[in-house]
């Protein structure tokens, strides 16, 4: 197994194998904040399940703890396999494990095939002991290109349907541009509400909210159409121009798009699979930190 690149020169305490379970550990970790972050517009929230009929957070919660060992065994491989092919060969099959873990823990309800497919990415690419964000969503992105020999040429689910309906990237085209939507807008939006002195659920609220503006969000396509996407985006765009989610206006304003999200009956859940992306890295990143500081990173 390989050393973090950040312990290459420096001694400190070595556990063998416990870098895959830590990051399998903040994986899940992001995706049960990102299902409890309340109040979040048609999405489902500890206030009920938003526009969806089949999902509630403690369904989305079980589903998170579910993929715990899909993720730790993606970031084993992460660390274990450098070239490339044979590690997009290998996480394709262990991505599709996860998502009959998935569906056997929610009784086949999709919670986060979205998730599944953003996350193990990012655990793979952060096995390596890179822990800037650009550089993980980089790695994740060369990852995503690859072809996966495993994957069937067709999988008839709605993201898909959508994409090639309405010409967008969706969760595909978006892991495959290194994730900009993480990188460049959640977590600046993250660190920039922040700083302005909001709370971190209020950070958070805004970062989904930044997202939702522009992003092409298959699952919102999916349900309402073009005319669904573009009332997304225009009712995030009118939350982030009243200065965001700590602010009156902008508390009025996502109510307002909440309001629409749930008589449309659709969901950004693209832009939730995101936001939990967003978390990770930012948890990868302050872990890193933290544990360095304190001589804790292990191998
Ligand atoms: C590459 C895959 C992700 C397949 O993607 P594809 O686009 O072909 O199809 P879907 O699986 O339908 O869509 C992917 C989901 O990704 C989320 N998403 C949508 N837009 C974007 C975007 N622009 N960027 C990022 N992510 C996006 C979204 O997921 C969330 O919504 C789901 C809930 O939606 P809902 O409508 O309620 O549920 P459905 O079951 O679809 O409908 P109902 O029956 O309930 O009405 C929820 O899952 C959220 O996560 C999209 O839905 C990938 O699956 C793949 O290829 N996997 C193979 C394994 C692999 O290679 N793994 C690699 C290692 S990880
Ligand atoms: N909070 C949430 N609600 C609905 N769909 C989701 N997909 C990922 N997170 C979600």
Redesign the pocket.
């Known amino acids: 197994m390989k050393a973090l690149k950040l312990l290459d020169s420096r001694a400190c305490a070595v556990t063998a194998g416990a870098w895959p379970d830590r990051l399998a550990d903040l994986a899940v970790a992001a995706l049960i904040d ?2 409890m972050l309340t109040p ?1 517009p048609g ?3 500890l206030r009920g399940s ?1 526009a ?1 009929r089949d ?1 509630h957070w403690l369904l ?1 919660c079980h589903s998170a703890h579910a993929l715990r060992p899909s993720f730790a065994a993606m970031a084993q491989a992460g660390g274990d396999i450098d070239h490339l092919p044979t590690l997009r060969t290998r996480i394709g099959a262990i991505g599709r494990t996860a998502e009959s873990a998935m569906m056997a823990a929610t009784n086949g309800v999709n919670t ?1 095939r ?2 599944i497919w953003a996350l193990g990415l990012i655990v793979t690419a952060a096995a390596n002991g890179d822990a800037a964000p650009a550089q993980v969503a980089a790695r994740a992105g060369a990852l995503a290109r690859l072809r996966d020999p495993g994957a069937p040429a067709v999988t008839g689910n709605k993201g898909e349907a959508a994409r090639m309906t309405y010409g967008v990237g969706g969760a595909r085209g978006q892991a495959e541009a290194g994730f900009p939507h993480v990188v460049d807008v959640a977590l600046p939006m993250l660190r920039a509400s922040r700083g302005r002195g909001n709370d971190e659920s209020t950070a958070r609220i805004d970062a989904l909210v930044a997202v939702i503006a522009s992003l092409d969000d298959t699952c919102l396509l999916a349900r309402g159409g073009p005319a669904a996407l573009s009332a997304a985006r225009r009712g995030a765009q009118a939350v982030l121009d009243a200065g965001g989610t700590g602010t009156p206006g902008g508390r009025r304003a996502l109510h307002a798009l909440e309001t629409d999200m749930l008589a449309r009956g659709v ?1 950004p ?1 693209g832009a ?2 995101l936001l939990a992306a967003a978390l990770l890295l930012d948890a990868i990143e302050q872990t890193q930190h933290t544990e360095w500081q304190h001589g804790e990173i292990a191998v």
């Open positions: 990102e299902a979040k999405l489902v929230d938003g969806h999902l989305m986060h979205g998730a969901s859940g939730a699979d």
